[in-house]
């Protein structure tokens, strides 16, 4: 009652400060006097790996209660470093005991260690109140990418068709990044990149994937594809990259070709040779196989494989014989398998040119006096027939020519004598 009565006696503009006063938080106003948190600089920019200082100082009154320092608004979790708590988690104190500098230090940052941090003044108390906060210190981890990682197709593509390949890498901070593609030395171009958050609840590094399709040829099996990255973080090295090789899902299927040298039908008794081809295959894994499917059954010799200056490879399996009158139509079978495809078959008969006793060969060219005597013979023929033909000719013309001597000729009159008239 007293204490009514004597705030009763306080003038009217001094009792509408003490109700302003009264109404305003306890943790706002420390014997007349507030205290200020100042955090400087507002951004900091550092590579990962080294350390990184965040300044806080403090003005005012020193009011009794801890100094901590947080990442991000979330004053409920583990704090970076507590002065209560000596050194917590990543922070440790510049200065040691000051009661007005709280500036701390992180080493070793990562690229998780992106993000706004705040130095942050608590009264004491059971529950302890923040009583003032600095405005942040906004850090930017610069954080190179990884090595980039290219994949290729699970399995061999034949020429002629498209491939696509795939270039990630992750770990980058900031965000803007450049993936590029080159086939040969030669820019080539390439997808969409994607750029995702590595950390997705804290969101402080990337992860990049880019993808592009290319159409396969018969001469890329020595062809390098390379994946480039561009960041900021590579600035003075010179950008990442990583090589593949298209050979290795590339599949040239073989050129198979069955030859009989010299060609049939060939001399009889003459030496011949039968060659089972595959060229131009790769890779080189490839068998090749070739049989006669005469009464002798006879199988190829193997060749040595040999590389073709494209990166291809070649090989041959020969079989060489005596052309004898029992090899005559003989058949032969080449058979390549190549990279475990299916079985190319190729089959070539042998054609023999046989000769007669009177060294005439059958199925042979007719030689130029053969050609002569069957012109003269030709000749004799005809002359024979056109003679028999002129012959028979006279004659039916000689027989038509008596007859007509014999009839009177027409519109003349003959005598008829009496006898003849009565008979």
Same mark, same amino acid.
Request: aromatic residues 6%; proline residues 7%.
């Given at each position: 009652?007293?204490?009514?009565?004597?705030?009763?006696?306080?003038?009217?503009?001094?009792?509408?400060?003490?109700?302003?006063?009264?109404?305003?938080?306890?943790?706002?106003?420390?014997?007349?006097?507030?205290?200020?948190?100042?955090?400087?600089?507002?951004?900091?920019?550092?590579?990962?790996?080294?350390?990184?200082?965040?300044?806080?100082?403090?003005?005012?009154?020193?009011?009794?209660?801890?100094?901590?320092?947080?990442?991000?608004?979330?004053?409920?979790?583990?704090?970076?470093?507590?002065?209560?708590?000596?050194?917590?988690?990543?922070?440790?104190?510049?200065?040691?005991?000051?009661?007005?500098?709280?500036?701390?230090?992180?080493?070793?940052?990562?690229?998780?260690?992106?993000?706004?941090?705040?130095? @942050?003044?608590? &009264?004491?108390?059971?529950?302890?109140?923040?009583?003032?906060?600095?405005?942040?210190?906004?850090?930017? @981890?610069?954080?190179?990418?990884?090595?980039?990682?290219?994949?290729?197709?699970?399995? &061999?593509?034949?020429?002629?068709?498209?491939?696509?390949?795939?270039?990630?890498?992750?770990?980058?901070?900031?965000?803007?990044?450049?993936?590029?593609?080159?086939?040969?030395?030669?820019?080539?171009?390439?997808?969409?990149?994607?750029?995702?958050?590595?950390?997705?609840?804290?969101?402080?590094?990337?992860?990049?994937?880019?993808?592009?399709?290319?159409?396969?040829?018969?001469?890329?099996?020595?062809?390098?594809?390379?994946?480039?990255?561009?960041?900021?973080?590579?600035?003075?090295?010179?950008?990442?990259?990583?090589?593949?090789?298209?050979?290795?899902?590339?599949?040239?299927?073989?050129?198979?070709?069955?030859?009989?040298?010299?060609?049939?039908?060939?001399?009889?008794?003459?030496?011949?040779?039968?060659?089972?081809?595959?060229?131009?295959?790769?890779?080189?894994?490839?068998?090749?196989?070739?049989?006669?499917?005469?009464?002798?059954?006879?199988?190829?010799?193997?060749?040595?494989?040999?590389?073709?200056?494209?990166?291809?490879?070649?090989?041959?399996?020969?079989?060489?014989?005596?052309?004898?009158?029992?090899?005559?139509?003989?058949?032969?079978?080449?058979?390549?398998?190549?990279?475990?495809?299916?079985?190319?078959?190729?089959?070539? &008969?042998?054609?023999?040119?046989?000769?007669?006793?009177?060294?005439?060969?059958?199925?042979?060219?007719?030689?130029?006096?053969?050609?002569?005597?069957?012109?003269?013979?030709?000749?004799?023929?005809?002359?024979?027939?056109?003679?028999?033909?002129?012959?028979?000719?006279?004659?039916?013309?000689?027989?038509?020519?008596?007859?007509?001597?014999?009839?009177?000729?027409?519109?003349?009159?003959?005598?008829?004598?009496?006898?003849?008239?009565?008979?």
């Amino acid at each position: 009652m007293a204490d009514l009565r004597s705030f009763r006696r306080i003038p009217g503009p001094l009792q509408l400060l003490l109700l302003l006063l009264l109404l305003l938080p306890w943790d706002l106003v420390v014997t007349g006097q507030n205290i200020e948190v100042t955090q400087l600089p507002e951004t900091i920019s550092v590579k990962a790996g080294e350390n990184l200082t965040l300044r806080c100082t403090l003005t005012g009154v020193n009011i009794p209660g801890s100094v901590r320092w947080y990442k991000g608004l979330d004053r409920n979790q583990t704090p970076i470093y507590s002065d209560k708590q000596g050194s917590s988690n990543r922070g440790v104190r510049v200065i040691p005991g000051s009661s007005t500098d709280f500036s701390i230090n992180i080493q070793n940052v990562r690229p998780e260690d992106g993000g706004a941090y705040y130095c @942050v003044k608590f &009264r004491a108390g059971n529950p302890e109140r923040e009583l003032a906060s600095g405005k942040g210190t906004l850090v930017s @981890v610069i954080a190179m990418p990884s090595q980039p990682v290219v994949l290729g197709p699970t399995r &061999r593509i034949t020429p002629g068709s498209q491939a696509s390949f795939s270039c990630s890498t992750g770990g980058f901070s900031p965000r803007e990044i450049t993936v590029s593609w080159l086939k040969d030395g030669k820019k080539i171009p390439g997808g969409q990149t994607n750029i995702v958050n590595s950390d997705e609840k804290q969101s402080i590094s990337y992860r990049a994937e880019n993808t592009v399709e290319i159409l396969l040829e018969r001469g890329d099996v020595k062809s390098q594809l390379t994946c480039q990255i561009q960041h900021r973080s590579l600035e003075g090295r010179g950008p990442l990259q990583q090589t593949f090789t298209l050979g290795d899902v590339l599949r040239v299927p073989p050129k198979v070709r069955l030859e009989i040298n010299p060609p049939s039908p060939v001399q009889l008794n003459s030496s011949v040779t039968v060659t089972c081809n595959a060229e131009s295959f790769y890779p080189e894994d490839a068998k090749v196989e070739l049989f006669s499917k005469d009464a002798q059954a006879r199988k190829g010799k193997l060749g040595v494989k040999t590389s073709n200056p494209d990166g291809t490879f070649s090989l041959k399996s020969n079989l060489e014989m005596m052309a004898n009158e029992d090899k005559n139509s003989s058949i032969f079978l080449c058979q390549v398998q190549h990279d475990s495809q299916p079985l190319v078959n190729e089959t070539a &008969r042998l054609l023999i040119r046989m000769q007669l006793e009177d060294n005439r060969s059958v199925g042979g060219p007719i030689e130029s006096s053969q050609l002569l005597s069957l012109l003269v013979l030709c000749i004799t023929l005809f002359l024979s027939k056109a003679a028999i033909l002129l012959f028979i000719s006279c004659l039916f013309l000689v027989k038509v020519c008596g007859r007509k001597r014999t009839q009177p000729p027409s519109g003349t009159f003959q005598e008829v004598k009496p006898s003849e008239l009565s008979s």
